[in-house]
Structures are given as C-alpha cells and as structure tokens.
C-alpha cells in the first residue's frame, strides 16, 4: 500500500497530534546541571566564552543547587577552581579543597534531594592544567602514578558530600582503582560515572576558560580519545563496566551521537551525554545575534541527544529549561 492510501502528513496536522505522538521526552530530573565553584573569587563572575554563566564562590554554591532543584534538575557536577594549583593537583584531594568545602555545604542543606556529582580530575588544580602528573622529561602524563592521585581525589570527595563520582581524566584503569579505593574506605554503595568515550575535542575551549584548566604545553591527545575512533570508544566504554563502571559517559555529544547510539545498542548501563561548553557557547551565540531562536534550538539539540540513546544528559542550559518546557 502507498499513496494514496498511506498518508503520513495525517498524524501532523495538529499541535494535540504531534505532542501525543511525540516519542521523546525531556524531563528535567534526566539533565544534570554543571556548576564551576571558584575558591578565589567573592561574587559570581560571568565566563565571557559562556554568556550566561558564571563561576561561583562558596558561599553562592548552596543557591545554586536550590535554583536547580525549583527547576526539577536533581542533579549537580561539581567543578572547582582551587586558589592554588601545584604539579600534583594536590588541591583536587585536599580535605578542605574547593569541591570538598562545595559538597560539604550542599550535603548539609539538601540531604538526599539533591545528586552530587564530582568531577574527579586533576587537570584544573595542576599548574600545567594536565589531568595527571607529568613526567619531566618528555611531557608525557605518567598513568599509573596518576591512578593513585584519582582514587584519592574521589574518597576525599565522597567523605565530604559527593554522591557520585566521575572520574574524567582518561587515564587506563582509572575505574578500576577508583572503586578499590572507594571500597577499602568503606564507600561501596557509591556510584561510578565513568567518562569512558571522552574525545580530545575542539568544543571544550570555553571550558577550560570557565575552569582555568588549559593545558600550559601540548594537548590531551594521548589520553583523550581520537576522533574518527568508533570501535575504541565501544571498547573504552566495556572495559570501564567491566572495571566497575555504574553508568557511562560519551563527551562531546553533538559530534558523536553515531556513539551514544552505539552505546545504547550495546550496553545495558545508563548511558549519559555530556553536551559540552562549545556546544552550548555555539547556540548562545547565535542566539545573541538573532540568527536562531535558542529555545526551539536547546530543545531540538536535546531531543536529538536523547533519541541518539542517552538516558541522562549534562548540559548547561539545564537551569531555564523548565521555564521553556512549559
Ligand atoms: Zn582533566
């Protein structure tokens, strides 16, 4: 049968019909809100490569989370931007480092209503922005005394609050140690978010301004994943479960929603999309300039993601998007 029996333009033609059929939803309890807590600074201040957002001090951190929640967001990721970096990152897995003081405030006020989500890297508390420690010699970043520094960053965040950690760094075998040393500090029941398909991306440059963390020599390249890879992002994904992972992360989304998808279709974890800094600073921008309309291009980007395969997104447009959705 074809035309003009079948005609597809009959479930289109009113608004009732579209949203009735509409397969995809957005629900603010699946976005996760990113939140930059800066231990240096006493007001919020703009990120100028991110209009419309801005890093916080400490003591506006506890606003936030509550802004989050008015809009059904359940969720934060915490980034932070430590007064003092130093070849080891010691500030990422000091007790009374920037994140650790963030998580402590949140926890006390939100108990369980709200999901704390820290990054768990090296790179923004490293006076050479690298995510691990770096061999002297050849610039190279060493992975296995890496590993050590991550596990130590995540205790020390879940003893202050953190609910779920996500280790981010693109080490191998970053999952693995990081639920050992959760485990041996009696943390068992805490989740593992690992970034596992995290390309070395053109889209985090506004990132890394928001959280000082640009690499002073060289790139990420030989950690972060290549990206015309498809087979070694499955890969990645199957090794971090197999070392424990509870969910997954692709990071960029945009660029690679053929990943979410094959994620999807491979793997029975909760799949999340990272909808980075560049994604977001290219929409804003274009909306700045009236050449397209956020809202419809925030909620189309979105619903892609989430047809793609992703359960959960983390995305900076999450806090007014309730607004929009109604
Ligand atoms: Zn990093």
């Not at 699946?30 to 957002?53: K, W």
């Not at 790179?123 to 061999?135: A, F, K, L, R, S």
């Not at 390249?221 to 997954?248: C, F, H, P, T």
């Amino acid at each position: 049968m074809s035309f003009p029996t079948i005609r597809m333009r009959r479930l289109r033609r009113t608004e009732a019909l579209r949203t009735m059929l509409n397969q995809v939803q957005i629900q603010p309890s699946s976005l996760i809100y990113p939140i930059f807590v800066d231990e240096t600074i006493t007001e919020p201040v703009s990120i100028t490569t991110m209009p419309g957002y801005f890093r916080y001090p400490l003591d506006k951190v506890v606003d936030e989370g509550r802004a989050a929640l008015e809009q059904g967001v359940k969720s934060i990721l915490l980034f932070g931007v430590p007064s003092k970096k130093d070849e080891t990152g010691s500030g990422a897995y000091a007790k009374n480092g920037v994140v650790q003081k963030a998580a402590k405030e949140l926890k006390a006020q939100f108990k369980e209503d709200l999901v704390i989500i820290g990054d768990v890297c090296l790179c923004e508390y490293t006076n050479h922005g690298h995510c691990g420690i770096v061999d002297k010699e050849n610039g190279d970043v060493r992975n296995d005394e890496t590993l050590e520094l991550l596990g130590k960053t995540a205790v020390s965040q879940v003893e202050s609050g953190v609910d779920i950690v996500a280790p981010s760094a693109m080490m191998d075998g970053q999952v693995f140690t990081i639920r050992e040393f959760l485990d041996d500090a009696g943390f068992e029941q805490t989740p593992i978010l690992a970034y596992s398909a995290k390309y070395a991306s053109a889209f985090y440059g506004p990132f890394r301004d928001a959280a000082e963390s640009t690499p002073k020599f060289g790139n990420r390249k030989s950690y972060q994943m290549n990206q015309g890879s498809v087979s070694e992002a499955l890969r990645e994904i199957e090794l971090d479960i197999n070392e424990g992972a509870d969910m997954i992360m692709v990071k960029p989304a945009l660029a690679y929603l053929d990943i979410i998808s094959y994620a999807k279709a491979s793997f029975d974890v909760p799949i999340v999309a990272y909808n980075v800094s560049g994604e977001y600073s290219m929409v804003k921008a274009a909306a700045l300039n009236g050449w397209i309309d956020e809202k419809s291009a925030v909620y189309e980007i979105l619903s892609g993601i989430k047809r793609a395969g992703a359960d959960l997104i983390i995305t900076y447009h999450a806090k007014n998007l309730r607004a929009w959705l109604k």
